[in-house]
């Protein structure tokens, strides 16, 4: 198994277009998540899934932002009409079991113009 | 909401010394996990160590170890012997029991000096 993938690495859209990245966890791992970063901070959470179903989300997640992970497998993460204020590292985290902790895929970065 | 305290924003080490990065958290919760974070520039978040809430014993991973302090809700982060590849920004993250959200700190970057 090659981690989490994350697609794709860096995206640049503009003001009010929609965009979507996705997220390949490892395959053992039931559970998937999505957070945010901005430049000097740590990451949020967004998003929880447990195998197909979204569990949690935060109030964070506006309503441009759905996330959905299809048949527990991958998910994918997007944005409608987006702002500048969207731009950050996307990170996407999966696991077993939660209390071993997360591994995180390396992020796409979205800059917003 | 929790809140999690990473007092310094930056700290420096010699190669080869000890530093220690300091995290306090609030939680009301006696079930618990803490986990430290490593995020080197442009690369992915490592998990470094964990600890158990409920474990007096502070954990260890090779030169990493943690002083857990739950009265006090501190958790800090040795580091021994510093090598050139620690330098990153590391984040503390408390787990609480019933919850699947990692919740993180500012971070601290860490510089290695040859």
Not at chain 1, 59 to 75: Q, V, Y
Not at chain 2, 35 to 53: C, D, G, H, N, T
Not at chain 2, 63 to 86: M, T, W, Y
Request: aromatic letters at 12%.
């Amino acid at each position: 198994d090659t981690g989490v993938s994350q697609d794709p690495r860096h995206k640049i859209t503009k003001r009010g277009q929609n965009v979507t990245f996705r997220c390949d966890p490892i395959s053992e791992h039931n559970r998937l998540y999505w957070y945010r970063q901005t430049l000097g901070q740590g990451p949020e959470f967004l998003t929880y899934f447990q195998n197909e179903a979204q569990l949690e989300k935060s109030r964070l997640l506006s309503d441009r932002f759905s996330a959905e992970r299809p048949k527990g497998s991958f998910s994918t993460l997007e944005i409608q009409r987006t702002e500048q204020g969207d731009s950050a590292m996307y990170l996407c985290a999966s696991s077993f079991y939660r209390v071993d902790g997360y591994t995180f895929g390396s992020g796409t970065r979205l800059t917003v113009v | 909401a929790q809140t999690v305290t990473q007092s310094q924003p930056e700290m420096s080490v010699q190669e080869a010394e000890t530093v220690t990065l300091s995290c306090t958290y609030d939680t009301s919760e006696s079930d618990y996990y803490l986990f430290w974070y490593k995020q080197p520039p442009s690369r992915q978040m490592i998990l470094v160590i964990r600890q158990e809430a409920y474990k007096q014993q502070n954990a260890t991973e090779n030169r990493f170890s943690v002083n857990f302090q739950k009265a006090a809700k501190s958790f800090s982060l040795k580091i021994s012997d510093s090598q050139l590849g620690d330098a990153a920004m590391y984040f503390c993250a408390p787990l609480q029991g019933g919850s699947e959200k990692l919740v993180f700190g500012k971070g601290t970057k860490l510089t290695v000096n040859p």
